[in-house]
């Protein structure tokens, strides 16, 4: 049984900063893609961004240069730092974790970028 939580959302003004984690628990051998998608009212799941396990990164074109995924492997917790967050960020952000196990899924964060 594995479960994945985020942790981190909240509002924040445009321009802002924003930092969200997520921590994978239970049976866990190892981990080879961890990331982040996002779903905005209306849309559809979208990548956000993505890590492997040998550190090669996957961003969408909309967040280059402004998010930046990390991952400490030693506690199973994906980061994702958002910076010049702009209101078209808004969106409910889930966690991805592929494991040999199959693919995994967290409940989700809401990020709110407003003024």
């Known amino acids: 049984q594995v479960q994945l939580v985020e942790f981190g959302g909240g509002s924040v003004q445009p321009g802002g900063s924003l930092r969200v984690s997520c921590v994978a628990f239970?049976?866990?051998?190892?981990?080879?893609?961890m990331g982040w998608y996002r779903q905005a009212t209306g849309k559809e799941r979208e990548l956000v961004a993505t890590?492997?396990?040998?550190?090669?990164?996957n961003y969408a074109d909309s967040v280059k240069g402004r998010f930046t995924i990390s991952r400490d492997n030693a506690k199973n917790t994906v980061y994702l730092q958002m910076n010049s967050l702009k209101p078209e960020d808004t969106a409910v952000y889930y966690c991805?974790?592929?494991?040999?196990?199959?693919?995994?899924w967290g409940k989700g964060t809401l990020v709110t970028v407003s003024s």
């Open positions: 991805y974790a592929q494991m040999w196990a199959g693919d995994y």
């Open positions: 239970g049976s866990i051998l190892s981990i080879n893609t």
């Open positions: 890590l492997t396990s040998a550190g090669f990164t």
